[in-house]
């Protein structure tokens, strides 16, 4: 088993930035891979950014390339996602989550996920 916890969402204006931070304990040594996803009203949810844990390497969807940078503190198992440059349309519940052997969008090949932090971007 391995539990997550997000923190740092809230409100913010378009145009800022937040830095998302989610803690993973327990069996940290399985995973392979952690990534964030978004889920807002209405709508299924969608992946934004994955990092493989050991090497580091990262992967975004277009629509946050050039805004959101994830990241990770592999000593503090940690994962980080600062958003920058945030839109009304990143607007949603944002969720950290871990695979065994995958860090890429389908959220089916991962396998725990957090409780969900929320990120609202006002106009």
């Known amino acids: 088993q391995v539990q997550l916890v997000e923190s740092g969402g809230g409100l913010v204006q378009a145009g800022g930035s937040l830095r998302l931070s989610c803690a993973a304990s327990g069996r940290i040594a399985s995973v392979y891979g952690m990534g964030w996803f978004r889920q807002a009203p209405g709508k299924e949810r969608e992946f934004v950014a994955g990092?493989?844990?050991?090497?580091?390497?990262?992967y975004y969807a277009d629509s946050v390339k050039g805004r959101f940078t994830i990241s990770r503190d592999f000593a503090k198992n940690t994962l980080y996602l600062q958003m920058n440059r945030l839109k009304p349309e990143d607007t949603a519940v944002y969720y950290c989550?871990?695979?065994?052997?995958?860090?890429?969008?389908?959220?089916?090949?991962?396998?725990?996920w957090g409780q969900g932090t929320q990120v609202t971007v006002s106009s």
């Open positions: 989550a871990t695979s065994p052997d995958y860090f890429g969008s389908y959220s089916d090949r991962y396998n725990f």
């Open positions: 990092i493989s844990r050991s090497i580091g390497t990262t």
